[in-house]
């Protein structure tokens, strides 16, 4: 899978090169338009130094010997080497220019490109990891089993693999007990020096659906990638830079190794993210409601290799972040 093992060395390799060129590069021209601020590819392209800016009908690719991004007029979706991000705005062209909105550029395309630039970076030696629902609340109900077993049993394998790493561990829950939302962030916010990983696996009405999907807090004054699930305009964690590295690293690697169908990097205000006053991500490991998936889902190995893939992300976005903290 040529893709992805492209998107893996871009992670690791690809990124400090980048930010090491545009140290010098142009300087942003802000294009109001709509109420919101945007810039134009073509500011894109000389900012960060892309080699190439071709425009195909709707299509807009920039290239640069080891990083391809796609984006969509009118299309949220946007590829950076292939791996799905889900804008806040769409990319639009009003005019005779193609622009993206401010907001996508700090909080989404700018941090995914350069992760070493990323303010407020602190050192994390400590992974809270949070394994969804419990108890009578069940999760979704899948087609082989319940997801609060699947979150669990997945959890306490990650809890493994990021030990057997060096990292220290803290959950939420060890054993099928329910805990609020409101328990979980107060969890997560009595650790220092952490980051925070909510596990879950997901459903849906269309038995269609399947793959994994990313979530990371939705920046303030933008709306979550499903509407529906959102809880308003609330203030967001003071984080966005370091969710959405974390959100890339995890969701890269995963699309790298797991082999399944990419939904992409979303934004979302779930109530376990916005409280949380540290680096906070929620990883949807797939479709319990999809026949493939359920089975994939079900299986020790696949939770195993799922746990093991987010350890190994979590190491490389503590490399890309340069929050590596020594040892005690
Ligand atoms: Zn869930």
Redesign the pocket.
């Known amino acids: 899978m040529l893709r992805r093992c492209l998107l893996l060395s871009f992670w690791l390799v690809g990124l400090a090169s980048i930010g090491d060129k545009a140290d010098a590069a142009d300087e942003w021209k802000l294009i109001p338009y709509g109420g919101l601020k945007y810039v134009s590819a073509a500011n894109v392209k000389s900012f960060y130094r892309f080699t190439e800016l071709e425009e195909k009908g709707k299509k807009l690719i920039f290239k640069s010997p080891n990083l391809v991004m796609e984006w969509e007029i009118n299309s949220q979706a946007i590829f950076i080497n292939k791996v799905k991000f889900v804008l806040s705005f769409p990319v639009i062209k009003p005019t005779y220019r193609s622009i993206v909105s401010v907001v996508d550029l700090a909080k989404l395309i700018d941090p995914v490109l350069r992760p070493s630039y990323i303010k407020h970076v602190g050192k994390f030696d400590t992974v809270v990891i949070d394994a ?2 419990g108890a009578h609340d069940s ?2 109900v899948g087609v082989l089993g319940y ?1 609060k077993n699947y ?1 669990l049993d997945t959890a306490l394998r990650l809890e493994k693999a990021l030990k057997k790493r060096g990292f220290k561990t803290r959950m939420t829950r060890s054993a099928d007990k329910f805990l609020t939302l409101g328990q979980r962030v107060q969890v997560a916010n009595s650790v220092k020096n952490a980051i925070f990983i909510s596990v ?3 459903s849906s009405d269309n038995r269609l659906a399947n793959g994994i999907e990313t979530y990371a807090l939705a920046p303030q004054g933008t709306t979550s990638t499903n509407g529906g699930r959102a809880s308003g305009f609330r203030k967001g964690n003071n984080r966005d830079g370091e969710n959405i590295a974390l959100a890339t690293a995890v969701h890269a690697m995963a699309m790298h190794r797991m082999g399944v169908e990419d939904r992409g990097v979303k934004r979302a205000r779930f109530n376990v993210l916005t409280g949380i006053n540290k680096p906070a991500i929620l990883f ?1 490991g797939g479709f319990v409601t999809h026949s493939g998936d359920a089975r994939r889902i079900n299986t020790a190995e696949y939770r195993e290799k799922l746990a093991s893939t987010v350890a190994d992300a979590i190491v490389s976005f503590r490399k890309a972040v340069g929050g590596a903290s020594k040892r005690r």
């Open positions: 969804g629902h999760g979704a997801e979150c879950h696996f997901n949807e």
